[in-house]
Nanobody, 122 residues
């Protein structure tokens, strides 16, 4: 089992950048695909990006393609989300999670960490 802690959120102006980090504990980290999700106020949690266990495969939501980049460092048990060209609609609490498959959905998970707040001002 993998325990996850998100960090790196903050307040940024539209057009700015942030890098989120997800620290994982547990020996099985490199066996899992990792994903980022977000939940805006009053909205359902949605998929943002995912990366395969090796880092060789990635998936992105259409809304973030070309702006966000997911990466991982298995030696450090870390997953990152580089967010560029941020928009006000990116404002949300961002969460990471682990799954056996890259094609993950929010409903696949029964538990979540505390997340990290990202606020983009216009």
């Amino acid at each position: 089992q993998v325990q996850l802690v998100e960090s790196g959120g903050g307040l940024v102006q539209a057009g700015g950048s942030l890098m989120l980090s997800c620290a994982a504990s547990g020996r099985a980290f490199s066996n899992y695909a990792m994903g980022w999700f977000r939940q805006a106020p009053g909205k359902e949690r949605e998929f943002v990006a995912a990366i395969s266990w090796s880092g060789g495969g990635t998936l992105y939501a259409d809304s973030v393609k070309g702006r966000f980049t997911i990466s991982r460092d298995n030696a450090k048990n870390m997953v990152y989300l580089q967010m560029n060209s941020l928009k006000p609609e990116d404002t949300a609490v961002y969460y990471c999670n682990a799954d056996v498959k890259v094609t993950m959905r929010p409903g696949d998970f029964g538990s979540w960490g505390q997340g990290t707040q990202v606020t983009v001002s216009s």
